[in-house]
């Protein structure tokens, strides 16, 4: 979201101070899980279309899983675990450390 435009009565917004928020929010790293299918339940296809909203890049590895890269802003963060957990042992998260951290913590306290 860099170009917005917003049209109206009272439009004197700083849109580089706009953009520079959503800069801020974005994390650097993304998060790298690994996919497979290996439990018949189309996790590689769910996982596909559940982050497909997001700036991601997918890889197919030799063992017939995913490995899947997504870039995302900090207030996403939650609902993209939330979304992981979702997976079961389908999906293995292999970085950032601190998603990793956050699924651990969530499973077992």
């Given at each position: ?105 969530r499973i077992f306290?």
């Amino acid at each position: 979201m860099y170009d917005i435009k917003i049209i109206g009565e009272n439009n004197d917004f700083d849109y580089e101070q706009i953009i520079s928020y959503m800069q801020d929010k974005r994390n650097a790293e993304p998060i790298v899980m690994n996919v497979t299918d290996k439990y018949k339940n189309n996790a590689i296809e769910r996982a596909e279309l559940i982050f497909s909203i997001y700036e991601h890049e997918n890889q197919t590895n030799k063992d017939g899983s995913y490995t899947i890269k997504i870039w995302y802003y900090s207030y996403d963060e939650m609902e993209i675990i939330n979304n992981i957990m979702s997976f079961g042992p389908a999906i293995k998260v292999l970085s950032p450390e601190s998603v990793i951290d956050k699924i651990k913590e969530r499973i077992f306290f």
